[in-house]
């Protein structure tokens, strides 16, 4: 059980706060320049779905900046339960309080977070499972849209832009000096027990689709043509919709055949892949689980 600020907020345990003061002076002894638009949107007290999309490692300390250095307010994430075995970054990953999710077994991570937001805390998800190799939003799951619905919180889309040119999927990490990062949050959405988890999955990922157009065109670097950082449709040089589609079906197929003798790891501080699909299995509303990955796979390959 979280310890609480006067005010009755969760405080952060002290494992989070030396991760989070870790990566923060990463951002700062690079000075990157942060600006937080939309701040008004977010909630400052209680329980808070925090929905965004996912081009970077850091998107989860990006989207945490606003309520943690601000607020202190420790932002929660669901994380695939390897992770949390993992020798160095799992132990952090328990004693931070974040939620493991293990295939399979998610009505364990969806009571945990559904109690975590009952009680006042604030938890990510994005929406995407994964990194979009190009910059543009995958296909969403309606696990936030349902996780909000049962515990009767705000569901906030969120866009971070920028983070991806220090440390993305398939680029180690590289010093980027004074790195303009823009993170926008969105009027939130109110989701109720009666409302279509599917509708309101729709209307989150037709919000951040908008804030995410609107913060790529102002972006203060601009979108150089040809910029691998750059979506297609912008000019740039990321990868299209059909190397994507290819991406989404190796992905799929790996999700439905993982290898048991791979060891696990983590691919970045902020991934957290593989994880809305399980959760929303045994959520409220959501369809039996497959009796195997077909169906799931699937569906995030569709």
Known sequence: MPRRHPNGDPRASWVYRFA?????????????????????????????????NHTSFWDFFTSGWLPYRSWRRP???????????????????????????????????????????????????LPEQTI??????????PGAARMAAAAGVPLVPTVSWGSHRFHTRGRKPRWSWRLPVTVRYGE?????????????????????AALLDEVQRSYPDGTPAGAW??????????????????????????????????????SGPGSVEGTVGEVEEVLPGSTAAPADDEDETREVAS
Do not use: C, Y
């Open 229 to 266: 950082w750059v979506p297609a449709r912008l000019g740039g040089g990321a990868p299209g919709a059909e190397e994507s589609d290819v991406f989404l079906r190796a992905l799929a197929e790996r999700w439905k055949h993982p290898n048991p003798e791979a060891p696990a790891h983590a």
């Open 132 to 141: 979009s190799p190009s910059l543009e939003l995958l296909p969403f799951k």
């Open 20 to 52: 989070a003061w870790v990566a923060f002076t990463v951002m700062r002894l690079q000075r990157w320049r942060v600006d937080i638009q939309g701040a008004e949107h977010l909630p400052r007290h209680g329980g808070v779905v925090i929905a965004a």
């Open 75 to 125: 932002v929660r994430i669901l994380a695939k339960a390897s992770l949390f075995s993992t020798p160095v970054f799992g132990w952090f990953m328990r004693r931070a309080e974040h939620i493991p999710v293990d295939r399979g077994a998610g009505r364990d991570a969806l009571t945990s977070a559904i109690a975590a937001l009952e009680s006042g805390e604030l938890v990510l998800v």
């Open 188 to 208: 939130p959405l109110h989701p109720g027990p009666d409302d279509d988890p599917e509708q309101v999955t729709q209307e989150l990922r037709r919000r951040i």
